[in-house]
């Protein structure tokens, strides 16, 4: 039994905070956590923090906004009552994986319709085909009542001259200086090709929010010592916290599924389905000393008023063998199906899934019902009990062990090197 010691649970995962609880042979914290009647939460810890080593459990799944404001609470209730240290155990970081061009309802379209983003019978197949997000989504109307403004701008020609002002004619015109104008002609014949051209092309946007790094400087300024999480998106999110942050790996809980688990997985080959995995897959790869494939994802985009079309190319051999998708998160689960697809056409007997995160939004669940997965596999990162009623492919892995030594090893100044290869 761990002493001097109180674990706390949010509203987001309170089984995952019992299981760790009971490994560490502890009872969990008493709070009382909940909402006025105006929906601001409402937070009093009822147990005597003074002095002590507080975790606070809290991931970022279901309604995370709610839960980060939880969080952001408890550890200033806690930091008020004199904790010696609170530390902010989120296996799952919110806001650090959000698309630049997100899909227009939670869930990516599954069939090609063009009046709706997903068809209304929800009879979803194999041969279902979503469409890229991409531009076409809504936008406010602009100058010349809701034309847009790209277009608007780009039949004008601008042309400075010095002559002397005159009378102003009918073209409209905009003085720049004294003695001189700037004229501005509207020239209705200018080509397609010509306004593409100077159309804002899709992809990263500077002006984008990164709220990953607003999430740090909150829970920074709340008064958090510590932070563990697992899995970042970009690990690159550990540079932007002016406090210890550990981030944990899946990896060994994955290693070991495939070992125990997939028959005869020594002929198997880790696949990654985007370039952005290709690092985290190859890692299990060699691990395993197993064969590696990239699935390779390009968007190539036509008009702004376009959807984008991405090709899919699989580099590597899977014909005739089991192959294995490795990624860190799935949310709408439109890489991933589709990437089970390519391989399946390609020739995979087997297709498994293992993801370290499942959010599983909108129309996840069914689409990977409908899918060529044959098994997804994920943690308990968040919740997966409503997720694993609705797919019999859904198996769960456990990571309450490793949380649980996590704060052991943090509460007695212990190294978490040995966690980085844990089972």
Same mark, same amino acid.
């Given at each position: ?13 309170? $089984?995952?905070?019992?299981?760790? +609880? ?20 409402? +937070? ?33 209730? +806690? ?33 090609? $319709? ?6 209304? #019978? ?17 936008? %406010? ?17 601008? %042309? ?10 009918? %073209? /409209? ?13 509207? #020239?209705? /014949? ?30 920074? +300024?709340?008064?958090?010592? $510590?932070?563990? =999480? ?16 550990? /981030? ?18 020594? #002929? ?6 985007? =370039? ?42 899977? =014909? ?22 390519? &391989? ?6 087997? &297709?498994?899934?293992?993801? @370290? ?12 019902? =409908? ?46 090197? @040995?966690?980085? $290869?844990?089972?």
């Amino acid at each position: 039994m761990v002493k001097n010691i109180v674990v706390l649970s949010g509203n987001s995962h309170p $089984h995952l905070t019992e299981h760790v +609880c009971s490994l560490l042979g502890i009872a969990p914290g008493d709070r009382i956590l909940s909402k006025f009647s105006g929906g601001e939460s409402r +937070c009093e810890i009822k147990d005597s923090v003074r002095g002590k080593d507080v975790f606070i459990l809290q991931t970022g799944g279901g309604a995370v906004n709610d839960h980060i404001m939880e969080l952001c609470i408890m550890i200033s209730a +806690c930091k008020t009552g004199s904790a010696r240290r609170v530390t902010a155990v989120m296996p799952l970081f919110p806001y650090s994986r959000q698309p630049d061009l997100p899909y227009r309802k939670a869930g990516a379209p599954l069939s090609k $319709h063009a009046a709706s983003d997903a068809p209304k #019978d929800n009879k979803y197949t194999f041969e279902s085909v979503p469409t890229t997000p991409g531009p076409g989504t809504h936008r %406010s109307a602009g100058f010349g009542h809701g034309s847009d403004l790209n277009k608007f701008l780009s039949k004008v020609s601008i %042309s400075a001259s010095h002559e002397p002002r005159g009378p102003r004619s009918h %073209s /409209n015109s905009v003085t720049s200086q004294p003695g001189s104008y700037t004229k501005i002609d509207y #020239d209705s /014949n200018v080509s397609d090709a010509a306004l593409v051209s100077l159309e804002a092309k899709p992809g990263y946007k500077r002006w984008v929010a990164q709220a990953g790094t607003l999430i740090a400087e909150l829970l920074t +300024c709340a008064g958090a010592d $510590h932070v563990i =999480a697992l899995d970042l998106h970009d690990a690159q999110y550990q540079g932007f916290f002016d406090i210890a942050m550990d /981030n944990l790996y899946a990896r060994p809980l994955l290693t070991r599924y495939i070992q125990r688990s997939i028959p005869d997985y020594k #002929d198997a080959i880790i696949v990654s389905p985007d =370039a952005g995995g290709a690092k985290r897959a190859t890692a299990i790869a060699d691990s395993l000393g197993l064969d590696f494939a990239l699935i390779h994802k390009e968007r190539r985009p036509t008009k702004i008023t376009d959807r984008q079309n991405a090709t899919m190319m699989l580099v590597g051999s899977v =014909a005739g063998r089991v192959c294995i998708l490795v990624d860190d998160l799935a949310d709408t689960s439109n890489t991933i199906t589709r990437a089970a697809k390519l &391989v399946r056409r390609e020739g995979a007997t087997a &297709v498994y899934a293992l993801l @370290s995160h499942g959010v599983f939004s909108g129309d996840a669940l069914q689409r990977i019902n =409908a899918s060529a997965l044959d098994k997804v596999v994920v943690t308990n990162s968040v919740p997966q009990e409503d997720h694993k009623a609705l797919c019999p492919k859904l198996e769960v892995l456990d990571i309450a062990p490793m949380f649980a030594e996590a704060i052991r090893r943090v509460h007695h100044g212990e190294s978490l090197s @040995s966690l980085f $290869h844990f089972g």
